[in-house]
């Protein structure tokens, strides 16, 4: 049965140029995605990577002296810089290292410089090597966001690219599917298929000529839905308009097939919303915010589990990410973990989150 009762011509039809558009606002998202990953590798990268060689064979300095030393933290991002002076096997050195991680406590840091056996001209901070873990993961995790970000816009744009190709040649519908209005600003719309094969829910861009409004229709089951035409030769539908000016008709059949549409829709006893266009942006955002949501819970549990296993089971009381977990737990949390290490490992030094003022005894 079809979605709507919609009778076109059964012959090959034209669409307007470009029935498919590239995300909204492209060009200047991809340049600020890339500006954003760009900075965060300059800025980041060079560290990460010094600290990733000297950990392979580090040798802590007890002479080194660390000058300007400064942690500033907002919104649980820590950021320190300080000046490293030291000198090794003669030959003295004076260099520079920043550093990156997460953090919501706002404590002072006992430090000391550290650098690698195998090339002593790279020196850190031993916090930078106790929070290695740290750092590599929030790295990696916005790197990932930027990238993968990029690399979604440019999938649709050539996906968009590809569709408005294929139908510069006239070619006949196969299917009327509904479709969700996700968001629109202006003329440009974004809508998502609702069928319940997983290639029926791709998103797709349209920008509609001035005045245009997307052709709506209420279902079956009084969803309010976006109507959009599945061509023979394209995957994705194309959205159609409410005066059907995006395919070539002749007057007579778009007059058949609007007033077949009307009387149907008049039928079924229900009547469009204003705005329709909108109504599922804002449940298109509650969707949205759940994914989020359930993905931010279940890296939550995970680390959670880590950290249990941590305190309770780990081997290597040094381990980062447990460390940091460790410390970043609320204080019953991280004082219940302490104990565990503490009956395991009390008879040697404390590991960082377990340590008391003079960061060597078990707190």
């Not at 059964?10 to 340049?31: E, I, K, N, Q, T």
């Not at 030393?69 to 030291?86: H, P, Q």
């Not at 002072?108 to 650098?115: E, K, L, N, R, S």
């Amino acid at each position: 049965m079809p979605f709507v009762n919609l009778p076109l011509p059964s012959r090959a039809l034209a669409v307007s140029p470009r029935p498919y558009a590239p995300p909204r606002g492209m060009l200047v998202s991809l340049l600020v995605m890339a500006a954003l990953a760009v900075a965060l590798i300059l800025w980041q990268g060079p560290g990460l990577w010094r600290d990733v060689q000297i950990n392979q064979h580090p040798v802590t300095l007890r002479m080194g002296d660390v000058r300007d030393g400064e942690c500033t933290t907002r919104r649980g991002i820590t950021d320190c810089k300080a000046r490293l002076v030291y000198s090794y096997n003669g030959v003295d050195y004076d260099t520079y290292t920043e550093m990156a991680f997460v953090d919501f406590s706002s404590k002072d840091y006992d430090v000391q410089v550290v650098i690698s056996g195998d090339k002593p001209e790279l020196a850190t901070l031993s916090l930078g090597l106790e929070m290695l873990w740290n750092r590599l993961a929030v790295f990696a995790v916005f790197v990932l966001i930027f990238i993968g970000g990029i690399l979604a816009m440019l999938f649709q744009t050539f996906r968009s690219m590809q569709g408005n190709a294929a139908l510069r040649t006239p070619a006949r519908i196969t299917e009327l599917v509904p479709v969700a209005i996700t968001a629109h600003h202006g003329q440009h719309f974004s809508y998502r298929g609702v069928g319940p094969a997983k290639q029926d829910k791709k998103t797709a861009q349209a920008v509609l000529d001035k005045g245009q409004e997307p052709l709506m229709a209420v279902d079956d089951k009084g969803e309010v839905r976006g109507v959009a035409a599945r061509f023979e030769n394209v995957a994705l539908p194309v959205l159609l308009d409410a005066n059907l000016d995006r395919l070539d008709l002749t007057d007579a059949e778009r007059s058949t097939a609007l007033d077949a549409f009307h009387a149907e829709q008049a039928g079924r006893g229900t009547t469009l919303p204003k705005g329709a266009a909108k109504a599922k942006r804002t449940l298109r955002f509650w969707h949205g915010l759940g994914i989020v949501l359930v993905v931010i819970v279940l890296a939550i549990a995970a680390a959670f589990a880590y950290w249990v296993y941590y305190v309770t089971s780990t081997q290597d009381r040094y381990d980062s990410l447990g460390m940091e977990l460790n410390n970043m737990m609320p204080e019953p949390l991280n004082v219940w973990g302490c104990k565990q290490l503490e009956a395991r490992f009390g008879d040697e030094p404390a590991p960082f989150g377990c340590t008391a003022s003079d960061f060597q005894s078990w707190k």
